[in-house]
């Protein structure tokens, strides 16, 4: 049987994927830094668009003529944009965190405005205090794939904030067009909402599962790019495409 092919779409880095490995036993996987990080050249107009194209380089680098996209958090923006670039190639969409938009206003905003605003100011006052709280599971600092310093000092020689800063500046305006892109979308769809997150509100998971109505649904206790409850859900969700297919 043909081993699925999953793209990660970072935020900013691979080292997002923490769950990685565990992909790895069961399909091929592919993911990257975004321009600008780490070796990957700059380019004119970093952002979620610019994240997304160079994703599509990544599957044209491997001869994929299909693939699963899978995001989680801030790359929900850029797997958008590539999803709806990927026209036939993309056989499905895997969201943690889903949401249709970015707000931070309104009695159904997606993200929790004071939350945005105090991790945008603690990476522009300490960004490894702020890169310790991006990788932190939820109840306590049992992480997979290795988390420590090391995998913090990788992050911050990879990711210069003069990359980081914009980034988390701009997700409410990025996100403005990220429901209209996944609207344009007929493949099936996994949504997973991360239960008691302080940063993505119940409310965004919400309007995105009625949005999908088709879509598969789970709610998982950890982050998804961290879980390995959001792994086996891939595995299965993946193992259902092949079903539909034979």
Same mark, same amino acid.
């Given at each position: 049987?043909?081993?699925?092919?999953?793209?990660?779409?970072?935020?900013?880095?691979?080292?997002?994927?923490?769950?990685?490995?565990?992909?790895?036993?069961?399909?091929?996987?592919?993911?990257?830094?975004?321009?600008?990080?780490?070796?990957?050249?700059?380019?004119?107009?970093?952002?979620? !668009?610019?994240?997304?194209?160079?994703?599509?380089?990544?599957?044209?680098?491997?001869?994929?003529?299909?693939?699963?996209?899978?995001?989680?958090?801030?790359?929900?923006?850029?797997?958008?944009?590539?999803?709806?670039?990927?026209?036939?190639?993309?056989?499905?969409?895997?969201?943690?965190?889903?949401?249709?938009?970015?707000?931070?206003?309104?009695?159904?905003?997606?993200?929790?405005?004071?939350? *945005?605003?105090?991790?945008?100011?603690?990476?522009?006052?300490?960004?490894?205090?702020?890169?310790?709280? *991006?990788?932190?599971?939820?109840?306590?600092?049992?992480?997979?794939?290795?988390?420590?310093?090391?995998?913090?000092?990788?992050?911050?020689?990879?990711?210069?904030?003069?990359?980081?800063?914009?980034?988390?500046?701009?997700?409410? !305006?990025?996100?403005?067009?990220?429901?209209?892109?996944?609207?344009?979308?007929?493949?099936?769809?996994?949504?997973?909402?991360?239960?008691?997150?302080?940063?993505?509100?119940?409310?965004?998971?919400?309007?995105?599962?009625?949005?999908?109505?088709?879509?598969?649904?789970?709610?998982?206790?950890?982050?998804?790019?961290?879980?390995?409850?959001?792994?086996?859900?891939?595995?299965?969700?993946?193992?259902?495409?092949?079903?539909?297919?034979?």
């Amino acid at each position: 049987m043909e081993r699925p092919r999953l793209l990660l779409v970072p935020m900013l880095t691979e080292l997002e994927w923490m769950i990685k490995p565990e992909l790895e036993e069961w399909a091929d996987v592919a993911t990257y830094d975004a321009p600008g990080v780490g070796e990957e050249p700059a380019v004119d107009d970093p952002g979620s !668009e610019a994240t997304a194209r160079r994703g599509l380089e990544e599957a044209d680098r491997r001869g994929w003529d299909k693939f699963v996209v899978v995001a989680d958090e801030f790359g929900l923006v850029a797997a958008a944009h590539l999803a709806v670039a990927a026209g036939g190639r993309l056989e499905a969409l895997a969201l943690g965190h889903a949401r249709v938009s970015n707000s931070t206003s309104g009695a159904r905003r997606a993200l929790n405005h004071e939350v *945005l605003a105090g991790i945008q100011s603690l990476l522009r006052t300490d960004p490894r205090t702020f890169v310790r709280q *991006l990788f932190k599971m939820t109840g306590g600092e049992a992480t997979q794939g290795g988390y420590g310093q090391g995998l913090i000092d990788e992050w911050l020689t990879r990711v210069e904030m003069n990359i980081a800063e914009p980034f988390y500046e701009a997700r409410e !305006e990025e996100g403005v067009v990220m429901g209209a892109q996944l609207a344009k979308l007929d493949v099936p769809m996994l949504l997973a909402q991360h239960v008691g997150c302080l940063m993505f509100t119940p409310e965004g998971f919400e309007d995105a599962v009625a949005a999908f109505p088709g879509a598969q649904v789970h709610r998982c206790s950890e982050k998804p790019s961290t879980s390995p409850e959001f792994a086996q859900l891939l595995r299965e969700f993946c193992t259902s495409l092949a079903a539909a297919r034979a």
